[in-house]
């Protein structure tokens, strides 16, 4: 299980009117039921935990794939944000239509599950009036973020069926917790999100999801943010940073985490960048061909390093390695 499942869990069972299903004694014909994973509020309300931990790249990369050695393709080194590149693609839109819809795939199943289990569990305990509550964790897969997990959730809670009943129509809410992004660098994001369902739930529903949310961010000693405009909150979230070990980072390593503080090029115009990247590789060739003149080793160190600065500016930008060519002739002439 992922940190934020394990702390979660800790926290739901010990709120003194959340009740762990799990934990309730059941024989085993009745345990061979898909049942969700709490009662709150004297069991008027069935949540259902999910928690995302299957990485989404491969998923991204084999939609990539295909573009692969085109000529708009372009030429990169290391990580780069995928929308510098797809923006480029002659079916940019339908390229990124075709990667949501796969990378969400798993929200969808999530919502199918979660609505099998909440029924099945009010069935099970012959519950009749009762919410349904999913909620879904993220600690894991940056890709999902929470601008698009709300979408995608939102989109489909709408859906219905072909006799027009709402597909998921066990799910009054949906509450996500993700630790993925941090408002402004520092708040996690829960963000609830309801179905349409939810306009017919008892209002001590929505009350008492408020104390879930306010009572998770005490018990991370942290706060809430209300939010004013859904825009501003998801353009104001960054990614989370992981802490690493200095200790265990390379020469390398470090040098492009100095380059994210220090990003001496921002201001640069692309030709600018390449330019200088061009007479920096002209400079350097000779010392690293083989047979070529030698370069004391820190100095050529300090050249490698530089040249590990244009590659991470490349790539903030999004610019085509192959541009250089212009700036090798323009050199050699």
């Not at 969808?108 to 999913?134: C, H, P, R």
């Not at 993700?178 to 008892?202: D, F, W």
């Not at 600018?272 to 370069?295: H, Q, Y």
């Amino acid at each position: 299980m992922s940190d934020l499942e394990v702390r979660f869990q800790q926290f739901m069972t010990q709120l003194p009117s959340i009740e762990g299903i799990d934990g309730i004694k059941l024989s085993a014909e009745k345990r061979k039921n898909k049942i969700a994973d709490y009662f709150g509020l004297g069991r008027s309300i069935i949540f259902e935990q999910k928690c995302i931990n299957q990485d989404q790249s491969e998923k991204i990369q084999s939609e990539i794939n295909t573009h692969s050695g085109k000529d708009y393709y372009p030429y990169f080194y290391g990580k780069r944000d995928i929308n510098l590149f797809i923006d480029k693609f002659p079916d940019a839109e339908n390229v990124k239509r075709r990667i949501y819809s796969k990378i969400t795939k798993l929200l969808e199943d999530y919502m199918s599950s979660a609505d099998k289990q909440i029924k099945s569990t009010s069935l099970l305990f012959n519950i009749q009036s009762y919410s349904g509550v999913l909620i879904i964790l993220n600690d894991k897969v940056n890709v999902l973020s929470p601008e698009v997990i709300c979408y995608r959730v939102a989109q489909r809670l709408k859906e219905k069926d072909s006799k027009g009943t709402l597909r998921f129509n066990e799910i009054a809410y949906v509450l996500l917790i993700s630790e993925t992004h941090l408002y402004k660098g520092q708040v996690p994001v829960a963000i609830r999100i309801e179905a349409p369902g939810a306009k017919n739930c008892n209002p001590q529903i929505s009350e008492y999801l408020d104390y879930i949310e306010h009572s998770w961010a005490l018990f991370n000693g942290g706060n809430l943010v209300k939010l004013e405009s859904e825009n501003n909150f998801f353009n104001s979230l960054e990614e989370k940073q992981v802490k690493s070990d200095s200790k265990k980072n390379t020469r390398s390593e470090e040098r492009i985490m100095w380059y994210k503080k220090h990003r001496y090029m921002k201001n640069w115009s692309d030709d600018k960048v390449l330019e200088a990247s061009a007479k920096l590789i002209s400079e350097i060739l000779p010392f690293i061909t083989k047979g070529g003149p030698k370069m004391p080793t820190n100095e050529l160190a300090d050249r490698m390093l530089d040249f590990s600065d244009f590659i991470e500016e490349s790539n903030y930008r999004g610019l085509d390695l192959k541009e250089l060519k212009k700036w090798f002739s323009n050199i050699e002439n």
